[in-house]
């Protein structure tokens, strides 16, 4: 069965992924952040041809969200996957089902500050980030054997941040990143004691701390400095800022309105307004 790990980009989803990673890793292991085989991002290319799937058409992608999953949860355990798919159901597809999905954690971001990190990651001007943002056809490209593929389907930020939370198989656990930065421990004991909910594990704290320590940002920062990223763009380092706010500084008066006008019920909702 499959836990979610959820966010528009550019939301923390990578850090609790890493942080997971450390977690789960022997006590000894070093964080190595170019390793994603625990938690890779869905769908994984190597399905397209495992299953032939035409991945040039996003309808079939659409249409076989489900045969992957099923494919994936033939190993009988608990997978781990990082999306930023909406949970969405395209004309009779489903995003996913209660035969494939156990639960799911969903990672928040005040928008404005999305806006600022996207921007940046993808060379795009700020502009046409918040454009994207309002835009409910935004997707989420990759390549694969020198041909493009729509990766994810996201949509606004508020269907975005609607479809997970409304998403009522399974309880979701919804984790601000902003939580995640001013009180790390708290947070990330919350989804671990998630977790424990969903596999009755137990919690080991001092796998806690480790994990802790390995992924705060200026640690995560140096291993980035040093050993390069994967996920990184070619227009800055993934692992930039991590601050919260940066759009008070970065952002022009009349696309914050923007924002908070078209997302100002779900901004109230999380506090950011």
Avoid: C
Wanted: aromatic share 12%; charged share 30%.
């Amino acid at each position: 069965m499959i836990i979610w790990l959820a966010s528009y980009p550019k939301s923390g989803n990578t850090w609790v992924r890493l942080f997971l990673k450390s977690y789960f890793s022997d006590e000894n292991q070093e964080l190595d952040i170019n390793d994603n085989i625990m938690i890779p991002s869905f769908p994984e290319p190597k399905y397209f041809e495992m299953l032939k799937i035409d991945y040039t058409k996003v309808i079939e992608i659409v249409k076989n969200w489900n045969l992957i999953q099923d494919t994936i949860n033939l190993n009988g355990e608990t997978n781990f996957l990082k999306t930023h798919n909406g949970m969405f159901k395209i004309r009779d597809y489903k995003f996913t089902d209660s035969n494939n999905t156990l639960g799911a954690i969903y990672i928040v971001r005040d928008p404005r500050d999305v806006a600022i990190s996207y921007s940046h990651h993808f060379g795009k001007t700020i502009e046409d980030t918040v454009e994207s943002m309002l835009d409910p056809q935004n997707v989420e490209k990759m390549e694969y054997k020198n041909k493009t593929y729509t990766h994810s389907i996201m949509g606004r930020w508020s269907d975005h941040y609607r479809s997970w939370k409304s998403y009522n198989l399974t309880d979701i656990l919804i984790i601000r990143y902003e939580d995640l930065v001013n009180n790390p421990k708290n947070s990330f004991l919350k989804i671990l004691e998630y977790l424990k909910s969903k596999n009755n594990g137990e919690i080991d704290l001092a796998k806690l701390d480790k994990a802790l320590n390995e992924t705060n940002f200026n640690n995560l920062k140096k291993k980035e400095n040093n050993f390069g990223f994967k996920e990184k763009s070619i227009n800055s380092p993934f692992f930039r800022k991590g601050i919260i706010g940066d759009w008070k500084n970065s952002m022009k008066k009349e696309l914050i309105i923007k924002i908070e006008n078209a997302f100002s019920e779900e901004m109230k909702e999380l506090g950011y307004l």
